[in-house]
């Protein structure tokens, strides 16, 4: 059975940090591409990074670029989302998840909350 678990995220105040981890099992996804999004309370999930199989390419959305930096490591099958300067409107449940070579993300993780405080 695939699983992604997210793990890492919690309360900050703003102008903090957090580091989210996504570890995968089931399968590896060392030959995917991997990206993380987001969803708050009454909005839509958006999307926030992603990063190609290998880590040579990464895009992100213009509200995080700068401020957040999505890794992987894929000896441990894991990717990771370095958030830094953290802002109230930050505030959502993070999801990883798992392209497969369609360029669509089959693979979902349950989501880790992420609470900014002013």
């Known amino acids: 059975q695939v699983q992604l678990v997210e793990s890492g995220g919690g309360l900050v105040q703003a102008g903090g940090s957090l580091r989210l981890s996504c570890a995968a099992s089931?399968?590896?996804?060392?030959?995917?591409?991997m990206g993380w999004f987001r969803q708050a309370p009454g909005k839509e999930r958006e999307f926030v990074a992603v990063?190609?199989?290998?880590?040579?390419?990464?895009s992100y959305a213009d509200s995080v670029k700068g401020r957040f930096t999505i890794s992987k490591d894929n000896a441990k099958n894991t990717v990771y989302l370095q958030m830094n300067s953290l802002k109230p409107e930050d505030t959502a449940v993070y999801y990883c998840?798992?392209?497969?070579?369609?360029?669509?993300?089959?693979?979902w993780g349950q989501g880790t909350q992420v609470t900014v405080s002013s």
């Open positions: 998840a798992a392209q497969l070579f369609d360029y669509e993300y089959h693979y």
């Open positions: 089931g399968r590896t996804f060392s030959g995917n591409a």
């Open positions: 990063i190609s199989w290998n880590g040579d390419s990464t």
